[in-house]
């Protein structure tokens, strides 16, 4: 990172370290809460509640940081359910894989100097207009999933589905109530990616060839993004759907590969449909709630 300026490469390290120290402490306090109130489901369907709400409303007032420990409440007290071991080993994956992708950013920064790097604050920061509204309409739509999952499902449809739940309800936290369509179109472009990835691997199934392809998607996408503006929430969308369908569909489990392939893009499609859907009815619904009532003698 030599070619960064000294103050960024300080801010950048200082990001780098306080994201790992974050993801740490989200699992602790994400594992603590599961285990302690593991024998008694309705208060850990309402401490759960409270805390993803929370986060889903530093989320809309611009609160970056809040996505990591969003991530944690979904996923951790869903395995704590299912298996205490599961939970345990989400834990250490989320941990070793946020130190290992941080350092992949430094080497890449180390390879690839960026020269003009913006100043702290003049990065702008995304907020909802209306950020009670957009977190209760968020944490009603996850909710609902988790209620469901704390019953039935699999660790491999919770993954699936909660996953791009939680990567959708991020976007739309900050995206405004019009961007449903933006955020479907995402889904799509990234499931029609993964479908040409997964058909171009199959053809020559070999680890380099693995890399290139998703390399370069994630180029394309990753750019998109990097410019920022209106449509950088759809490609974001558009980047999770892709990982997640495109790594599931290379996962060596004991079924036919197309037809799991397949079922996974499904899962995916109906998870984003329903997740926008009714992340878009609670915010109207919301939003009309808060609105005055016009009371008829004042027009007199």
Avoid at 57 to 69: D, E, P, S, T, V
Avoid at 102 to 124: G, K, M, T
Avoid at 181 to 199: E, H, P, Q
Wanted: charged letters at 10%; glycine letters at 8%.
């Amino acid at each position: 990172m030599s070619g960064l300026p000294l103050h960024a490469r300080f801010w950048t390290r200082r990001l780098a370290v306080g994201a790992t120290l974050l993801m740490a402490a989200g699992c602790a306090i994400s594992l603590f809460v599961s285990l302690f109130f593991a024998d008694r489901p309705l208060s850990l369907i309402l401490i759960v509640s409270l805390m993803i709400f929370l986060e889903f409303l530093a989320l809309a007032r611009g609160k970056a940081a809040a996505g990591i420990f969003l991530m944690t409440t979904s996923f951790i007290p869903l395995m704590a359910v299912s298996s205490v071991d599961l939970a345990y080993a989400l834990v250490h994956d989320l941990i070793v894989g946020s130190v290992l992708a941080l350092l992949l950013i430094f080497l890449v920064l180390a390879l690839f100097p960026q020269q003009n790097e913006p100043e702290r604050d003049s990065v702008p920061v995304a907020r909802e207009n209306a950020p009670v509204t957009a977190a209760l309409a968020n944490t009603g739509v996850l909710m609902s999933l988790f209620v469901y999952f704390m019953g039935a499902g699999t660790p491999t449809s919770i993954i699936v589905i909660m996953v791009t739940a939680v990567t959708i309800l991020q976007q739309s936290a900050i995206a405004g109530p019009g961007a449903a369509a933006g955020l479907v179109a995402g889904n799509i472009v990234g499931g029609f990616a993964a479908t040409v990835a997964y058909l171009l691997i199959s053809l020559m199934p070999s680890p380099a060839f693995v890399l290139l392809v998703v390399l370069f998607c994630g180029l394309l996408f990753g750019a998109r993004i990097a410019e920022g503006g209106k449509y950088a929430p759809v490609y974001a969308v558009g980047t999770a759907t892709f990982l997640v369908v495109l790594g599931l569909g290379l996962s060596p489990l004991p079924q036919d590969s197309g037809e799991f392939f397949l079922s996974r893009v499904s899962t995916v499609i109906i998870a984003s449909l329903y997740t926008i859907g009714i992340a878009s009815v609670l915010r109207g619904f919301f939003a009309e709630s808060d609105r005055p009532k016009l009371n008829p003698q004042e027009g007199i």
